[in-house]
């Protein structure tokens, strides 16, 4: 229940506005001034929302006001001001105030502001716990396809429906699905775990993936000297992720599409059917409609599994990713192996921005943990990068028509800018670069943004 803090010095404001939310189901205290307002909240009795006069004795709604901005809080508050003095409001809202009612006032008005309000404000704090999520997980991201596909995310998060992960190795397809596991998990708040079990499916050899995800009674099979509860069962009430998925039997495939139609399944060597609530998160970097064509996958589940399909892009796709994933992995691994790193310098911005990452992040790791291991320094310098980044990014020495290039690519940047008033991201999103891209260009010419 959303608990709303009223404060006015008229006791019958108070009393209506208490009455009236208190209809709409929400938990309402009141305040006859500021300063008992402040020993509310002081209490540890933050509220959700907190509607306060504009005009009080003791302590006005723009010293509470202050009060909440300067204390950290993150309480949203609209004021009450008189019919007239809407300057005051306006003031109010400059410093931080999210709206503001004006006396006399409409019941359906407030009802609408404080509805609005609260729903924002749910909708932000989802936000941060999403961006929370995500970097606690290593998804670390300024590209719009990244962008689109986190809003994606978030809208599924919590949906039951299958989900099917398509994208090259190394591009995060597993980190995007434990992302999804908790985002699921916060918003269950059940007061239990909700499991995530991962199986990676070219790892089980054909001939016991069946058993593996299913389970299996004692004696189903040689070997098989107890009871195992199968991959699907230790899921329930959580997330199963299929890690390339492409590599199951056409057999386990059909009895795998079976449970995703009625949730039930039968272990090895039992005519009992189990009913778990297992979801199934799927990831694979293999071509599944053309498996599909040729055979090797079946049709009706791979219609089953790609309820909600999201697209990876590779890294050389999505730069501006690069330079934030780096600096992610190198606070990451120097704290981790005990080496403080300061940085990046520009010439070693430059190469990783300018290498083509057949390997998308999962490369970009291996490589900032080598440079945070072989740096005698506390910035990464190029040569603690590999010789093929090196090979790929290093000028070619003099030549005939150097100084043409060069020229040429003075005059690009140049006119970018000039098109764009000297807006460095909007001509390195013209010219297809990145923002440090660009800056390391216009250093290396001469240029400004003026």
């Known amino acids: 229940m959303k ?48 509607i306060s006069d504009l005009k009080m004795p003791e302590m006005g709604g723009m ?79 300024e590209s719009q396809a990244m962008k689109e596909i ?12 299958a989900v099917l992960l398509l994208g090259e190795s190394g591009t995060g397809k597993e980190v995007i699905a434990r992302t999804l596991h908790t985002l699921a998990a916060e918003r269950a708040k059940t007061g239990f775990s909700v499991p995530f079990v991962n199986i990676n499916c070219p790892a089980v050899p054909d001939t016991l993936i069946e058993s593996e995800l299913f ?7 040689t070997g098989a000297v107890q009871n195992f509860s199968g991959r699907i069962c230790l899921a329930d009430n959580g997330i199963l992720f299929l890690d390339e998925i492409a590599e199951i039997p056409l057999k386990t495939q059909a009895k795998l599409l079976r449970f995703m139609e009625d949730k039930t ?21 293999k071509d599944l409609a053309a498996m599909v064509r040729e055979g090797l996958f079946r049709e009706d589940l791979y219609y089953r599994i790609n309820t909600i399909t999201i697209r990876i892009p590779p890294l050389r796709e999505r730069r501006e990713d690069i330079l934030p994933l780096a600096e992610h992995f190198l606070a990451q691994l120097s704290a981790s192996i005990g080496k403080p790193m300061k940085g990046i310098s520009e010439e070693a911005r430059e190469a ?15 490589i900032i943990e080598r440079a945070v291991v072989l740096s005698t320094s506390d910035v990464v ?38 098109r764009h008033k000297g807006n460095i991201s909007a001509a390195a999103r013209e010219l297809g670069i990145t923002r440090d891209t660009i800056r390391y260009r216009m250093r290396k010419h001469g240029l400004n943004a003026g």
């Not at 986190?150 to 429906?161: F, G, L, W």
């Open 3 to 50: 608990r709303i803090l009223v404060v006015d010095d008229e006791e019958n404001i108070c009393g209506v506005l208490k009455m009236l939310l208190e209809d709409d189901g929400y938990e309402v205290s009141t305040a006859h001034n500021g300063t008992k307002a402040v020993a509310l909240i002081e209490s540890n009795a933050d509220p959700d929302l907190i």
């Open 63 to 141: 010293d509470l006001l202050a009060f909440v901005k300067q204390g950290g809080r993150d309480i949203p508050l609209v004021m009450i001001t008189a019919y007239g003095s809407i300057e005051n409001a306006v003031e109010a809202m400059k410093r931080g105030a999210t709206d503001f009612i004006a006396k006399p006032f409409n019941k359906d008005v407030i009802r609408h502001i404080v509805r609005n309000t609260l729903m924002r404000e749910d909708l932000k704090n989802e936000n941060r716990l999403l961006r929370e999520s995500c970097r606690a997980q290593g998804v670390v991201y």
């Open 150 to 161: 986190m809003r994606t995310v978030e809208k599924v998060a919590s949906a039951p429906s």
């Open 265 to 285: 399944f039968e272990p090895l060597g039992s005519t009992a059917r189990i009913r778990v609530e297992t979801r199934i998160i799927c990831a694979t970097n």
């Open 215 to 221: 389970g299996y009674r004692k004696g189903a099979f």
């Open 352 to 366: 990783l921005c300018s290498y083509a990452w057949p390997g998308n992040a999962r490369e970009l790791r291996n």
């Open 381 to 418: 310098q190029p040569d603690c990068l590999p010789p093929e980044m090196k090979r790929q990014t290093a000028s070619p020495g003099p030549a005939a028509g150097d100084n043409k290039l060069d020229q040429v690519e003075r005059d690009l940047i140049f006119e970018a800018l000039r």
